[in-house]
């Protein structure tokens, strides 16, 4: 595979993801405004909701004030591969988001940190913010991959401040 090409492969698999994860409609979407302030974060936890639901709340607390949060759902695979990743643990065959890592290290990027930076539709989005040859390149992602890849990586986790309450 050639490196141009390379170039386009994770974009594509990263937009096709996001595009078919989030369920974007497409009408138009209404985006919360936000600051372009943004806050260092760390996981504070992961809990199950409801076992008949099989959602979890993963809540976000700053670093130097915790009493800063942020709580959203997420789905049950995504808790685990979280889960996973926060306990350092080795599944006997690799997760889709490991795929991902090693496709990010193949194809030469460098994940610089991850952030929560927008609500659209009541829905949270993030990014992932890679480097490569002194170039940044961000990707769409899910706030809990964005989480994930950051941990996998030991990137810093953001959030914009105007999101986080106390």
Do not use: H
Request: proline share 4%; net charge neutral.
């Amino acid at each position: 595979m050639t490196t141009k090409l390379a170039n386009y492969i994770i974009p594509l698999i990263i937009v096709t993801a996001a595009t078919y994860s989030c369920g974007q409609t497409k009408s138009q979407p209404k985006a919360m405004t936000l600051s372009t302030e943004k806050t260092e974060v760390q996981v504070l936890s992961l809990l199950t909701i409801s076992e008949k639901t099989e959602e979890f709340q993963l809540t976000f607390g700053a670093t130097k004030d915790t009493t800063l949060q942020l709580a959203m759902l997420v789905g049950k695979y995504e808790a685990q591969t979280l889960a996973i990743t926060l306990e350092k643990l080795k599944p006997t065959a690799p997760l889709p988001l490991d795929i991902l890592q090693e496709a990010f290290v193949k194809f030469g990027y460098t994940v610089k940190e991850a952030i929560v930076d927008s609500v659209v539709n009541d829905i949270y989005t993030a990014k992932i913010i890679c480097t490569k040859e002194n170039k940044t390149i961000d990707f769409i992602a899910r706030p809990v991959d964005a989480t994930t890849i950051a941990l996998k990586f030991d990137a810093p986790i953001f959030i914009r401040t105007d999101l986080l309450k106390r």
